[in-house]
């Protein structure tokens, strides 16, 4: 028998219901690492581009105002 056939034989809310139930408790550890994982990875790459970006805006800043304070002399 395949799955397809033994899942025709079921009732709608078993396969709609009982099924996704069983699987998150089973799984639902799991599943909540991978998304925690996944979170704190794109904090960490926000947090990095605004590092990398605030980096980059105090340095023109900072070699701007030297620059133009050398034509000044």
């Known amino acids: 028998m395949a ?3 033994v ?3 079921l009732p709608w809310w078993v396969k709609w219901v009982a099924i996704p139930v069983i699987a998150l408790v089973v ?3 799991l599943i909540a690492s991978v998304v ?3 979170v704190g990875l794109l ?3 926000l947090l990095f581009a605004a590092l990398v970006g605030g ?3 105090l340095v023109r800043q900072f070699t701007s ?3 133009s304070s ?3 002399w």
């Open 7 to 9: 899942l025709a034989t």
């Open 27 to 29: 799984f639902g550890g």
């Open 36 to 38: 925690g994982f996944l």
């Open 43 to 45: 904090f960490k790459v």
């Open 55 to 57: 980096l980059i805006y």
């Open 70 to 72: 050398r034509d000044d």
């Open 65 to 67: 105002s030297s620059s």
């Open 3 to 5: 799955v397809k056939e």
